[in-house]
């Protein structure tokens, strides 16, 4: 594993942003598995200045998001499809039609995860996934004690994911109470993943996942065993080290 040491959330931004690019760069058709949450919105805000700049072009790249809230619209402004488009998708020239995400409006889970797993095996599988990193160590939404060998899935949100999450919705009772998600098997399955931390309250967890014991309770643990991966976070987040 490397681990790049970035100065604070901008550095960070500009570090993991110049990874995701050198991967377009490289591969103009490459695939790439993309994450939500507050981590990721200024890598992708760089991403969008590049691409105004006429450095980047997205015009044969295809995505898939990491998850999506069950039971969320498109429209709803908490979706994970609203967010990308928002700071992403509507910024760049990416054809619509090559970015996907779990369909959260799928009631049928079970026929949901199934399409999901075909389609990103249809694309030949992720060649950067860029992960963040929940306070519980969670990726994606692979909560503490899920197993290692799921592919997408339907999960029950814990207590503590929805905690602080419910900072986005107008209570606790409003955030979704499941999630469709690639599962871990899924995830060590990219090619390359791209893990990025920030902020001094996930220190403790970034010190858990890449140098405690590789355990199911903490998820992101898992990526020690993944022969290409790449930490960006910043001083705060690795004060713990
Ligand atoms: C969310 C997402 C994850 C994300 C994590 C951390 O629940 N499902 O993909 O990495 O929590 O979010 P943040 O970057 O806001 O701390």
Not at 26 to 40: F, H
Request: hydrophobic share 40%; net charge negative; charged share 20%.
């Amino acid at each position: 594993m490397r681990i790049y040491h970035a100065k604070d959330y901008a550095d960070m931004s500009r570090k993991a942003a110049n990874i995701v690019s050198a991967q377009v760069i490289m591969k103009p058709n490459c695939v790439l598995g993309l994450a939500t949450g507050s981590t990721p919105i200024g890598l992708y805000k760089q991403l969008v200045e590049w691409f105004k700049k006429g450095d980047l072009d997205f015009s044969e790249v295809m995505t898939v998001n990491l998850d999506e809230y069950k039971g969320l619209s498109r429209e709803n402004d908490q979706s994970y499809y609203y967010f990308m488009h928002q700071n992403l998708f509507d910024q760049v020239n990416i054809p619509v039609e090559n970015t996907h995400l779990p369909n959260g409006m799928e009631p049928d889970s079970q026929k949901e995860c199934k399409r999901y797993t075909e389609l990103i095996q249809s694309l030949g599988g992720v060649d950067l996934q860029l992960l963040g990193i929940g306070h519980n160590g969670h990726i994606g939404f692979n909560e503490p004690g899920e197993s290692f060998d799921k592919q997408v899935h339907c999960v029950d949100l814990t207590e503590s994911t929805i905690e602080a999450n419910k900072r986005f919705f107008a209570s606790a009772d409003d955030v979704p109470k499941q999630a469709y998600t690639m599962g871990i098997k899924t995830i060590m399955q990219a090619k390359k993943i791209l893990i990025i931390a920030s902020g001094e309250d996930k220190a403790e967890i970034v010190h858990k996942a890449f140098f405690g014991p590789i355990t199911p309770q903490v998820p992101a643990s898992v990526l020690q065993l993944h022969n290409d991966v790449t930490l960006v976070a910043d001083e705060a987040a690795l004060s713990s080290l």
